[in-house]
């Protein structure tokens, strides 16, 4: 079976400290990755997604940046955070193929203070 | 681009009483569409799929109809229960592989 797992589930980071938030899938090769942030009232909002090792579309320019090192492992990193970039950040994989289903990680909470 | 909403925000039903809940996009060029639902501080949990070519699809207590040609999709939970409180999204992809997500229907069963 698939399964996705997504770490840590909360974290307290102060303002310019760097950020790394991990993501992996199981049971499925070559699959379509996603980072998203969800803020209260405003949805989902996709910040990075992945093809393949390597590579990362961006879709909104931030203070953040992803990264892919293997197949089914992706990353979200940031080198110094914000105040804005507090929220709930949640990852996420499909198939890859056509009319695939997307499954999400249980997320984390990122306060900055 | 294309936009999904979901009308009401909120809802509250008493327990056994049917849930409707509705979704509806703009553009209907969509290659399917996905019914999540997620509780507090927890990610997303897929419930159904509706690929463009079907009407419904189903699964238990709950079943999705989809109609393209009008941009809409409708997901109907029977007999609700205390524990179908949380808040239901849909999302249409389409394009690119691009997905579009609705902000969602809090819904709360009263006991």
């Known amino acids: 079976s698939q399964t996705i797992h997504q770490w840590p589930a909360t974290l307290v980071q102060p303002v310019g400290s760097p950020l790394s938030l991990e993501c992996t899938v199981e049971g499925t090769s070559n699959p379509n990755l996603y980072w998203y942030r969800q803020a209260a009232g405003r949805g989902l909002q996709l910040l990075f997604y992945s093809v393949g090792i390597g590579q990362i579309s961006s879709e909104v320019p931030q203070n953040l940046s992803a990264s892919r090192p293997q197949d089914r492992q992706f990353i979200l990193s940031s080198k110094k955070l914000l105040l804005s970039d507090s929220g709930f950040y949640l990852c996420?994989?499909?198939?890859?193929?056509?009319?695939?289903?997307?499954?999400f990680g249980n997320g984390t909470r990122l306060t900055v203070t | 681009k294309q936009e999904v909403t979901q009308i009401p925000a909120a809802l509250s039903v008493p327990e056994g009483e049917n849930l409707v809940l509705n979704c509806s996009f703009t553009d209907s060029a969509i290659y399917n569409l996905q019914w999540f639902r997620q509780d507090p501080g927890k990610g997303l949990t897929s419930l159904l799929l509706i690929q463009s070519s079907q009407r419904e699809q189903t699964s238990g207590r709950l079943n999705a109809s989809l109609d393209k040609s009008s941009g809409r999709s409708t997901l109907y939970i029977a007999a609700s229960q205390p524990g179908d409180s949380a808040t239901y999204l849909c999302a249409v992809r389409y394009g690119n592989n691009r997905l579009a997500f609705g902000k969602g229907n809090q819904v709360v069963v009263i006991p």
């Open positions: 996420a994989y499909d198939r890859g193929q056509g009319g695939s289903p997307l499954h």
